[in-house]
């Protein structure tokens, strides 16, 4: 039986329990995992910060690992089959139903109601759906991506990565652009990677704690600052000061705190560009000014929630590329491990930003 663990319902503790081996419908594989990991997402959703999850929950959405057991047929993208044994990740949102409004007009899959998240919208009651677990079921219909890519590199970005993508995409940088990064976390740091890849001439960071920032300019950012050591005028003073006195092209908000919006409205030059992508969860209200901050500075204001499977294939493509995947490769010092009996530890440490990024490791004992 294999062993998960769980979150049993909001602000509890996770829980281990071993769970029947599920029964493979047609089309259908059992995956092994070799690591998940602990992100944001999971803090909230232990707190309970985020509508429409089922718990118990196993969290760990994004997870490598390879198929032990396939019933039927799963291609991947090229329409090769899949062998027992590959390694493989697979895209953790389930049941975009290409047939809906969201999908077919607004060609935004990532707002179709019918989408389904393993380890986020998908309980155990649902099945084997979390990465936090020796196994996973992948239920029919999900796409999995192989993986020739060292598993800790790809883990290193991990489902920061394809969001971090995702947010890239959306701010639309221009060759030679300034841009600003808010938060050091995992987006943050795979945003500062992408934004150069992209074109951006400098990007900057205000984040914390010092060994995220540390992070943060190994992955190439021209110069840090540390936000708790530094009150709103002497970061926006900072950031003119590397801008021209304008403020930055283009921001994107990775941090989780509301007020991290507004200061992003505030640090972006006029007719500049900002992007949010660190308010996956409810973490409240804030207010601005609205001629002040947004209509006389004729700024643009993106929202970026979640990612779809373009993202994924990017984000396997990058990490598996020698020379690309470097940055990544070079954070895997940075990354913590934790058997599955150990979750609630690595629930603490990601919580406390202690460490970069938390994988779950089910072999370990
Ligand atoms: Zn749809
Ligand atoms: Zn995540």
């Avoid at 992955?219 to 709103?232: I, K, R, T």
């Amino acid at each position: 039986m294999p062993l998960v663990a769980l979150i049993p319902e909001p602000n509890a503790p996770v829980e281990l329990r071993e769970v029947p081996a599920p029964e493979l419908e047609k089309n259908s594989a059992l995956f092994n995992v070799e690591f998940s990991e602990v992100c944001g997402t999971d803090v909230y959703l232990q707190r309970g910060l985020l509508t429409g999850v089922p718990y118990p929950l196993v969290p760990g959405h994004v997870s490598v690992g390879r198929l032990s057991k396939i019933r039927g047929t799963l291609v991947d993208i090229e329409g090769r089959e899949f062998r027992e044994g590959d390694r493989v990740t697979f895209l953790d949102v389930h049941r975009t139903c290409h047939q809906c409004w969201y999908c077919l007009v607004a060609k935004a899959t990532t707002r179709c109601p019918k989408r389904k998240v393993y380890g986020i919208t998908y309980g155990l009651d649902d099945g084997l759906c979390g990465g936090w677990a020796e196994q996973i079921y992948l239920k029919p219909g999900t796409l999995c991506l192989r993986l020739d890519a060292d598993a800790e590199t790809f883990m290193a970005g991990g489902c920061a990565l394809p969001t971090a993508l995702h947010a890239i995409e959306r701010a639309d940088i221009a060759i030679g652009d300034t841009v600003l990064v808010l938060g050091s976390g995992p987006v943050g740091i795979s945003g500062i990677i992408l934004a150069l890849m992209r074109g951006a001439l400098k990007v900057f960071c205000i984040g914390a704690p010092a060994p995220r920032l540390e992070a943060a300019s190994e992955a190439g950012a021209d110069a840090v600052l540390n936000f708790e050591d530094h009150n709103l005028g002497e970061r926006l003073e900072w950031v003119r000061e590397r801008t021209g006195g304008r403020g930055a092209d283009v921001t994107i908000e990775a941090t989780g705190a509301p007020d991290a919006v507004v200061e992003a409205m505030r640090f972006t030059r006029d007719a500049g560009r900002v992007v949010v992508v660190g308010q996956y969860t409810d973490h409240g209200e804030t207010s601005f000014n609205p001629h002040l901050d947004l209509n006389r500075k004729h700024l643009d204001v993106r929202g970026c929630w979640g990612s779809d499977f373009s993202h994924f294939h990017r984000a396997v493509q990058i990490v598996s590329d020698p020379l690309k995947s470097k940055a990544w490769a070079s954070l895997k010092s940075r990354l913590a491990r934790y058997s599955l009996a150990k979750a609630n530890e690595a629930l603490t440490a990601v919580a406390q930003g202690r460490v970069l990024k938390a994988l779950i490791d089910p072999g370990q004992r």
